[in-house]
């Protein structure tokens, strides 16, 4: 009777052995890679994110204030340069006030009659532009608003945005 016995290998070979350590390291740069890529893709997109909604929140108040102004105080605000001011005047309840928007230190400010009513940028936004530009119609008075914002993160990235609103109380 013959017997058969199992060669015994008692592990891998030097060959064996690179090859899977050529074919691991290869797959591991391939996932690192990926990650990376993913985590510069969602910084620009939290980054443009950012941009979109400071102008979104910076342009609805500045249209919810112009809209129910009555006329701008063309001695106080400041047209076609950078950094403009604007004021609006209007009547509340027989009353008189003035809405001023500028920048101060970098972010847009918003006062009534000189108090400070705070600012319009999240710590992260700075404005670098804000022109203000006036005009008229036979039927109404208008604000063109040109603003340009920059991220103050790691990712400095700016981006224009523009506005015309018409002043309610004009028409």
């Known amino acids: 009777m013959k017997k058969y016995f199992l060669k015994n290998n008692d592990g891998a070979t030097m060959i064996e052995t690179l090859v899977y350590l050529t074919i691991f390291a290869i797959f591991s740069v391939v996932v690192v890679q990926g990650v990376v890529v993913s985590m510069r893709s969602f910084t620009t997109a939290r980054v ?27 001695n106080t605000s400041i047209f076609d340069i950078n950094p403009g001011i604007l004021a609006i005047q209007s009547l509340q309840n027989d009353v008189s006030t003035t809405k001023t928007f500028s920048v101060s230190s970098s972010t847009i400010s918003l006062d009534q009659d000189g108090a400070s009513l705070g600012n319009l940028l999240s710590d992260d936004v700075d404005v670098t532009n804000l022109v203000f530009r006036h005009g008229t119609t036979a039927a109404s008075e208008f604000v063109k608003i040109e603003m340009t914002l920059e991220t103050n993160l790691r990712d400095q990235t700016s981006a224009d945005f523009y506005n015309t609103i018409i002043l309610r109380g004009s028409y």
């Open 48 to 74: 443009h994110r950012l941009l979109a909604q400071s102008s979104v929140d910076v342009f609805e108040r500045m249209t919810r204030e112009i809209q129910s102004g009555a006329s701008v105080d063309l």
